[in-house]
Antibody, heavy 119, light 108 residues
Framework: EVQLVESGGALVQPGGSLRLSCAASGFTFSTYEMNWVRQAPGKGLEWISYISGSATPIYYADSVKGRFTISRDNAKNSLYLQMNSLRAEDTAVYYC????????????WGQGTLVTVSS | DIQLTQSPSFLSASVGDRVTITCRASQGISSYLAWHQQKPGKAPKLLIYDASTLQTGVPSRFSGSGSGTEFTLTISSLQPEDFATYYCQQVNSYPPFTFGPGTKVDIK
């Protein structure tokens, strides 16, 4: 069974940093493209970052470019999001999502982890 | 970047109703459109990919159609568990992987 479990969400002050993790199981992690998607309270879904199975290429949404860094450790079946220079508008539930190998859509999602940026 | 719009943004319907949601892309995306369902407090769930292919385990009352710039999601007979927010997403031209703004389906 495919499982994606995010962790690392917390309350952080503006300008602070946080690292999110996504533990994957039930599939060959290294062969799948992965993404981070966020959802601000009461708002819609916003894609923020993509990483291929080999970690190249990597893409970011303009809203996080230069502040967030996506990475993966295929040996640990884990996806990460390093978030720096956090702003109030980064407050959201952050989901990791797998992109299917043959289904090009995002076919599995984690349960999400809440990041709150506030003083 | 490709923009997606959805209509309506909110829909009030009764159990048993036929419901149709439209997603329009700012430029052609072939059939590379997905539909996700999200219930309150839960993660999104893939319903349909490639515009019209049902994800494994999704009830057959859900269907999708369209190509190019106009797409529809239809629920043939709305069930209590279908009250949720539905998002379209394009996966043709990226980055970014754009989502539509969502359509909330509520109980009349």
């Amino acid at each position: 069974e495919v499982q994606l479990v995010e962790s690392g969400g917390a309350l952080v002050q503006p300008g602070g940093s946080l690292r999110l993790s996504c533990a994957a199981s039930g599939f060959t992690f290294s062969t799948y493209e992965m993404n981070w998607v966020r959802q601000a309270p009461g708002k819609g879904l916003e894609w923020i970052s993509y990483i291929s199975g080999s970690a190249t290429p990597i893409y970011y949404a303009d809203s996080v470019k230069g502040r967030f860094t996506i990475s993966r450790d295929n040996a640990k079946n884990s996806l990460y999001l390093q978030m720096n220079s956090l702003r109030a508008e980064d407050t959201a539930v952050y989901y990791c999502a797998r992109r299917g190998r043959y289904i090009k859509a995002f076919d599995y999602w984690g349960q999400g982890t809440l990041v709150t940026v506030s003083s | 970047d490709i923009q997606l719009t959805q209509s309506p943004s909110f829909l009030s319907a009764s159990v048993g109703d036929r419901v149709t949601i439209t997603c329009r892309a700012s430029q052609g995306i072939s059939s590379y459109l997905a539909w996700h369902q999200q219930k309150p407090g839960k993660a999104p769930k893939l319903l349909i990919y490639d515009a019209s292919t049902l994800q494994t385990g999704v009830p057959s009352r859900f269907s999708g159609s369209g190509s190019g710039t106009e797409f529809t999601l239809t629920i043939s007979s709305l069930q209590p568990e279908d009250f949720a927010t539905y998002y379209c997403q394009q996966v043709n031209s990226y980055p970014p992987f754009t989502f539509g703004p969502g359509t909330k389906v509520d109980i009349k």
